[in-house]
């Protein structure tokens, strides 16, 4: 049991450890870095909110903006189909609670049509989570893409010499 704990002890702390590894910039800078924070995104000094980012990275880059476009209309769509499951769901509640109370035609049409509305509403509720969610990773994801580009990659060679005593691997970096 002790080995189990410990592994898994050591199996969250090298996550944690290679999770917080930071890419540098070219200049050392983190200016030079998108940095999402809430709705808002920071370059530098400079306060952005999502349209002004995608206006930045059209001129910067041109794949990331067109993955953080991809986002912004995945999210849209998302809050869309949101507000409309919730107005669907608000309409088949009100068509059940406003329902005559007798045992009419009419109390059965409204009573299983509201029904039938909060349940596509409840539908479009649900199907709304996975694309707001979807949008948001691709619009986190040009960023990274943007912030690689900006970064510098450490250069690492590995060439084969011969010397007096025979042939070796050298690793330069």
């Known amino acids: 049991m002790k080995k189990i704990v410990f592994l898994i002890v050591v199996l969250v702390m090298a996550t944690s450890a290679i999770n917080a590894q ?39 880059h041109q794949p990331a903006y067109e993955k953080f476009q991809s986002g912004l209309k995945c999210t849209k769509a998302g ?20 329902s ?13 049509s509201g029904a039938g509305c909060i349940i596509a509403g409840g539908l479009a509720v649900i199907a709304s989570l996975p694309t707001l969610y979807i949008g948001y990773v691709r619009m986190d994801q040009a960023i990274d893409m943007f912030n690689v580009s ?23 970096f």
Not at 26 to 52: C, E, H, R, W
Not at 100 to 112: I, L, Q, T
Request: glycine letters at 12%; charged letters at 10%.
């Open 22 to 60: 930071v890419v540098t910039p070219a200049g050392g800078n983190n200016a030079t870095l998108l940095q999402p924070a809430g709705s808002y995104i920071f370059y530098g000094d400079q306060v952005m909110n999502k349209q002004q980012c995608a206006e930045f990275l059209s001129t910067h």
């Open 79 to 98: 809050w869309w189909t949101l507000g409309a499951g919730l107005a669907v769901d608000l309409a088949g509640s009100m068509l059940v609670a406003f």
């Open 100 to 112: 005559p109370k007798d045992d009419s035609e009419v109390n059965g049409a409204m009573f299983w």
């Open 150 to 172: 900006q970064a510098t990659a450490p250069r690492a060679s590995l060439t084969i010499r011969g010397s007096e005593s025979g042939i070796g691997l050298a690793l330069h």
